[in-house]
């Protein structure tokens, strides 16, 4: 089964491509507060005026997006959770309205490898931490990762309140479903680019917070997440014993645990660090039923306006809260 991630949070940034003519690279040299995927700012008049409303929930237990900033919307302005213009106030703790959930961010990241990196940092002289993603680590290359919309696509239906899609990471190709609340980030399922015998669309729920807002050191949210649907081409579902069919539960517990500077080949940012532990149990139901564990480790370093700059995953099983080997490493990059 895929290695589900969070790390899959990575692109929350508004930039330009690689060596392309820009007029803007974030939101923040915009009037509009909107950079547009091809570098240039979105006029102002395009900024949805609209006011969210007060939300509630669906059937399944999930937030009523649609009606919420960046809940379901398709286009690739603005919205009334994102401020004209955005400056770090560098206050402590990040807000919904000082980072971008939408259709249309690309950003540049150098991704690793299986590699080397100390989670813990080094002690910086305010008290906080410094993380270095600076070095090159093994397997590096260079990424454009975008978010984009699921309009027109073939599980565009299965998701009507998802605002954007956004790569896995580690090496897949699938896509996270991604929707956003006035105080909250989730992903809702995982599916592959294209449908067919051996296409993947399973969903969560309820839907897994990857981020609850403000985030502010000591914060912490969680939730346990019942996944269905078919993974390349088998069927996951809510079995009953005896039915065939394997049962997958995925419990996460994340918290805000640190604060301080990462370093980034891209700039130096002052962010706050989640740290978030998933455990999957799979109960597969043949004549001898079985329960397999399995426990993944990931951290994302966030700042204002810029949103997720870092993001790293453990390997499986990993038993440390600090550990140094990583499964893949994600870093913003010029």
Not at 23 to 28: E, I, L, P, Q, S
Not at 192 to 213: E, I, M, N, R
Not at 246 to 260: C, I, K, L, N
């Amino acid at each position: 089964m895929f290695r589900s991630l969070l790390i899959s949070v990575g692109c929350l940034v508004l930039l330009g491509c690689p060596g392309q003519q820009v007029d803007c690279r974030v939101g923040a040299d915009c009037a509009s507060g909107v950079c547009q995927g091809d570098g240039t700012c979105a006029p102002v008049s395009a900024v949805d005026s609209g006011t969210p409303d007060a939300g509630g929930t669906d059937a399944g237990g999930n937030p009523d997006a649609g009606n919420l900033p960046d809940g379901g919307s398709s286009d690739a302005g603005s919205d009334a959770g994102t401020p004209v213009g955005c400056l770090p106030n560098d206050d402590g703790r990040i807000e919904r309205s000082e980072v971008f959930f939408q259709p249309g961010l690309r950003a540049t990241f150098k991704i690793s490898g299986p590699a080397t990196f100390d989670t813990a940092g080094t002690a910086a002289s305010d008290g906080g931490r410094r993380w270095d993603f600076t070095p090159a680590l093994a397997g590096d290359t260079s990424r454009l990762v975008e978010t984009k919309s699921l309009q027109g696509e073939w599980y565009e239906s299965e998701f009507p309140d998802a605002g954007y899609v956004t790569e896995l990471g580690q090496g897949s190709t699938l896509l996270g479903v991604f929707s956003a609340t006035a105080d909250a980030l989730y992903l809702q399922g995982v599916v592959s680019p294209t449908d067919g015998t051996t296409g993947t669309k399973v969903h969560y729920a309820p839907w897994v917070k990857v981020l609850q807002f403000p985030l502010q050191a000591g914060a912490s949210w969680g939730a346990t997440s019942t996944v269905s649907g078919k993974y390349q081409g088998f069927v996951i579902g809510n079995a009953a014993f005896g039915t065939g069919l394997p049962f997958q539960q995925e419990t996460y517990t994340s918290t805000v645990d640190r604060a301080g500077d990462a370093l980034t080949p891209f700039s130096n940012f002052h962010t706050m660090r989640v740290r978030t532990v998933m455990v999957r149990e799979t109960r597969i139901y043949t004549l001898n039923p079985w329960t397999t564990l399995l426990t993944l480790r990931s951290f994302n370093w966030n700042t204002e306006c810029f949103g997720t700059v870092a993001t790293l995953s453990s390997t499986d099983n990993e038993s440390n809260t600090e550990f140094t080997d990583a499964s893949e490493v994600r870093r913003l990059s010029p």
